[in-house]
């Protein structure tokens, strides 16, 4: 089975930091991504984690615990642009899928105050 | 230079129409997909080819049917359109199977 959840709203103020997670149960993980798609856009790559710990790019970083099957989104100094929404997709191996795929999560729709 | 180009952008039809969309990838990669948004913004897969040849079938209904004339060309056709249908369709690519996945701008697909 899978299950990959993410919460479905969040908002946070302009210049703060805000943490999104992503919980994960696959039939086996080769890695986890992070895609950002702004509203009637295409989603568009973020980050991927495939060992342990955080990952930093600017002002976005990842973070994977595989043990947890858990991982989640920062982002440092809101701007008002990062109003979007961000996926969670977990990469799964052919062994239990026949082949490899990338499973996505709902998404987690981010809103920016000023 | 758009890396995945898709097209139409915007479609509206009535139920029990065909309609096609086409995709087409300029990256050099061997691996094209397309995805399903619905209202709900969840984006699910649909099929994917490698090397033209289809590697995955999400249980699609059998009026969906996808073509993949080569490796940087991957269309969409959907027979006896049903108002369920509507959605975004994303079509994608990545290098391989499994890797980073870049997706196309959309095309929004509305039966009426």
């Known amino acids: 089975g899978q299950n990959i959840d993410q919460p479905t709203e969040m908002t946070a103020t302009e210049g703060a930091i805000v943490q999104i997670n992503c919980t994960y149960q696959t039939s086996g993980f080769n890695g986890l991504f992070w895609y950002q798609q702004h509203a009637g856009e295409a989603p568009t790559f973020l980050s991927y984690?495939?060992?342990?710990g955080l990952e930093e790019k600017g002002r976005f970083s990842s973070f994977l615990s595989r043990s947890k099957g858990y991982s989640y989104l920062l982002l440092k100094e809101l701007q008002m642009k990062d109003s979007a929404s961000y996926l969670c997709?977990?990469?799964?191996?052919?062994?239990?899928?026949?082949?490899?795929?990338?499973?996505f999560g709902t998404g987690t729709r981010l809103q920016v105050f000023p | 230079d758009t890396a995945v180009s898709q097209t139409p952008k915007y479609l509206v039809t009535q139920m029990g129409n065909d309609k096609s969309i086409k995709c087409e990838q300029n990256?050099?990669?061997?691996?094209m997909y397309w995805y399903k948004q619905d209202s709900k913004k969840f984006l699910k897969i649909m099929f994917s080819y490698n090397n033209k040849e289809l590697i995955i079938n999400e249980t699609v209904p059998n009026r969906f049917s996808p073509k993949s004339p080569d490796k940087a060309h991957l269309n969409l056709h959907i027979n006896s359109l049903e108002l369920g249908d509507s959605a975004v369709y994303f079509c994608?690519?990545?290098?391989?199977?499994?890797?980073?996945?870049?997706f196309g701008e959309g095309s929004w697909l509305t039966v009426v």
């Open positions: 990256l050099g990669h061997d691996t």
């Open positions: 997709a977990v990469r799964a191996p052919a062994w239990a899928y026949n082949t490899d795929k990338l499973i």
């Open positions: 984690n495939v060992l342990d």
């Open positions: 994608a690519s990545s290098q391989e199977v499994g890797n980073t996945i870049y």
